[in-house]
């Protein structure tokens, strides 16, 4: 329960009371400004506690936007401001300086709310109100005119109007979205949260996926059909978080992970439908889900290497800011980086319409389409930029590379070596050498496991300053493209049936733990435990690892052994990562929305 301590004498007629109510709060009225601080003091401490002038005239939509949005530990309206728990002392002394005030004669009790907002010491969130109304009348004459003004505004139609992400895809906005909304509305108006949507968004795409699976005419057009109803409500799951406020650390954890579960499970059961009629693009699924997730990760690399960077400007930047303003080259660029909403439509499409091999191949050519366009326009701001990157941003990078036992101790041993070459050339030099070799050489050689030796001797060189320089975001996704490319070239030299899926299980473990540490950091959570990083090997071990298997084991047995890789890592970071965000939600963790990039 959350309380409001309204402040001044009632108004006859105001429905603010029963407003306040109807959001969840308990009402309680304050003579004066010493009152309302015995009031607060009475309220317990892990409670939400909002002030309000009794004189407020606005709609409660605005009121639902500052005083109930859990994003933010403090927030303000005119008239209004509240505290969560974590701001609460911030409110008690911005509330004790307004009492003071107030029995000096300086404030009177009819702006004790504003006063306080005003007297807060810490970061106060003044959401945009846009046409919503929110005011404190002085007089007669100015409440009719602001009581005129709620009434010709319809905070319901503005309401659902936000609800919708501020920017998204072509085929989000102009064939989800508007319909999407009420959905989300109906869903908002029978008690369902945006988790529950996630998970039956999740439920969908697992049943696409098994129709798929069935490797039948009627399976995979089936599968297309609810692979779009799962993309309908995961907009939906948003647009309700949006519409009635409802984030969580937990549900922007289960929303970015269902996606990438229903995508890639998806990927699963268009090659196990394939392999139903006697065609193995299993190679083809693995690759999409490489792709796509080193996608992401340069993705999530460069905004963390620049969301805090200083003189963030570049002459590209401002180009591509300029073309922005042409409303047609707008969409294109939003159409042609392949966000999810096309992408998913692009496969539900093809899935129902040609063959699994057919929509594989479609899918990367258009993701390596998307990732070399958006990619080189990153290369291209970074070199023009004259940023300066923080200490922050170099220490997100360095947890991204996810280096395992065998880097930190290598790191100590060449301590006060310092290498010459660019980081992301160390890197990419360090992929090259374990990829080439894997590809090159036969199964069961022992080239490969020299390429990963070397890998795994340059992979900590590349880190031993830093990363602050225009091109060091590039290292995590070359590590990426390094220990899941191996895999795959390893598992498809195999030759074996089952070598590919048991691939697939295993860079979908590791990828998902990638994606784990990810969101961590978004939500400012800190990295996952290091003694996790040390259990599954970091990406070094792993890749030194897999080639040992293929040099040493039969391919049937190495089969078995990446399978019961797979099984291993996915119960070490599911379990870790599950306890965490659960613990995390809980004990009360800063709500966070994503509202980024479409994925």
């Given at each position: 329960m959350s309380t409001a301590i309204l402040t001044g004498q009632p108004v006859p007629g105001s429905s603010l009371e029963g407003d306040l109510r109807s959001l969840g709060f308990d009402v309680r009225v304050a003579t004066d400004a010493a009152d309302a601080e015995t009031l607060l003091s009475a309220v317990p401490a892990d409670q939400r506690v909002a002030v309000v002038d009794t004189r407020f005239v606005g709609h409660v939509h605005a009121l639902r936007l500052g005083l109930t949005d859990p994003?933010?530990?403090?927030a303000a309206i005119p008239g209004a401001v509240t505290a969560r728990p974590a701001a609460r002392p911030a409110l008690a002394r911005a509330l004790r300086t307004a009492s003071g005030e107030a029995s000096n004669g300086s404030v009177v009790v009819g702006i004790v709310a504003d006063r306080v907002a005003e007297a807060l010491d810490t970061d106060l969130h003044r959401p945009e109100l846009g046409d919503l109304v929110a005011e404190v009348p002085r007089d007669p004459q100015a409440r009719n005119e602001a009581r005129q003004a709620v009434s010709t505004v319809d905070d319901e139609a503005i309401r659902l109007r936000t609800a919708v992400k501020s920017r998204d895809g072509f085929f989000t906005t102009y064939c989800i979205s508007p319909y999407s909304r009420y959905l989300a509305r109906w869903c908002a108006?029978?008690?369902?949260?945006?988790?529950?949507?996630?998970?039956?968004s999740l439920i969908t795409a697992l049943i696409a996926a098994g129709s798929a699976a069935t490797g039948t005419r009627a399976g995979y057009v089936a599968a297309g059909l609810l692979l779009l109803f799962s993309f309908v409500l995961d907009c939906t799951d948003g647009q309700l978080a949006r519409y009635s406020l409802q984030y969580s650390t937990l549900g922007a954890w289960l929303d970015a992970t269902f996606d990438r579960a229903k995508e890639y499970a998806y990927y699963a059961g268009l090659a196990l439908g394939a392999a139903r009629g006697g065609d193995d693009v299993w190679a083809l699924a693995l690759g999409a889900m490489v792709l796509q997730t080193c996608r992401h990760v340069v993705d999530f690399s460069f905004n963390e290497a620049n969301h805090d960077a200083t003189a963030n400007t570049s002459p590209t930047a401002a180009l591509s800011?300029?073309?922005?303003?042409?409303?047609?080259t707008v969409w294109i660029r939003r159409m042609i980086v392949l966000p999810i909403g096309e992408r998913w439509a692009m496969i539900?499409?093809?899935?129902?319409?040609?063959?699994?091999?057919i929509t594989l191949y479609a899918l990367l050519i258009g993701c390596a389409f998307a990732a070399t366009y958006t990619t080189a326009g990153r290369v291209l701001r970074s070199l023009t930029r004259k940023a300066q990157r923080t200490d922050r941003a170099a220490q997100a990078l360095a947890d991204l590379t996810d280096s395992g036992p065998l880097a930190e101790f290598l790191t100590r041993v060449t301590r006060g070596v310092t290498s010459r070459g660019p980081a992301q050339l160390l890197a990419l030099v360090a992929g090259a050498l374990v990829v080439t070799a894997a590809w090159l050489a036969p199964y069961g050689s022992w080239w490969p496991v020299l390429g990963a030796v070397g890998y795994?001797?340059?992979?900590?060189?590349?880190?031993?300053?830093?990363?602050?320089?225009?091109?060091?975001?590039?290292?995590?996704p070359l590590f990426r493209a390094a220990e899941y490319g191996t895999v795959l070239v390893l598992a498809a030299k195999a030759d074996v049936n089952g070598a590919l899926p048991a691939a697939f299980?295993?860079?979908?473990?590791?990828?998902?733990?990638?994606?784990?540490?990810?969101?961590r950091i978004r939500g400012n959570a800190g990295v996952p435990p290091h003694w996790l990083v040390r259990a599954i090997g970091?990406?070094?071990g792993r890749t030194l690892l897999v080639t040992v298997l293929a040099a040493l084991l039969a391919a049937t047995d190495f089969k078995l052994a990446l399978t019961a890789l797979a099984v291993a890592v996915a119960l070490v970071v599911l379990v870790e990562s599950i306890r965490f965000w659960v613990t995390a939600h809980k004990l009360g963790a800063p709500a966070v929305h994503d509202e980024g990039e479409p994925a």
């Open positions: 994003r933010f530990d403090a108006r029978r008690g369902f949260t945006p988790n529950q949507v996630t998970t039956a800011d300029k073309l922005d303003s042409v409303g047609w539900a499409v093809l899935t129902a319409l040609t063959t699994p091999r795994v001797l340059l992979s900590p060189v590349a880190l031993q300053r830093p990363l602050k320089g225009a091109l060091d975001w590039l290292v995590p299980g295993l860079v979908a473990a590791v990828a998902y733990h990638h994606y784990d540490t990810v969101y970091g990406h070094e």
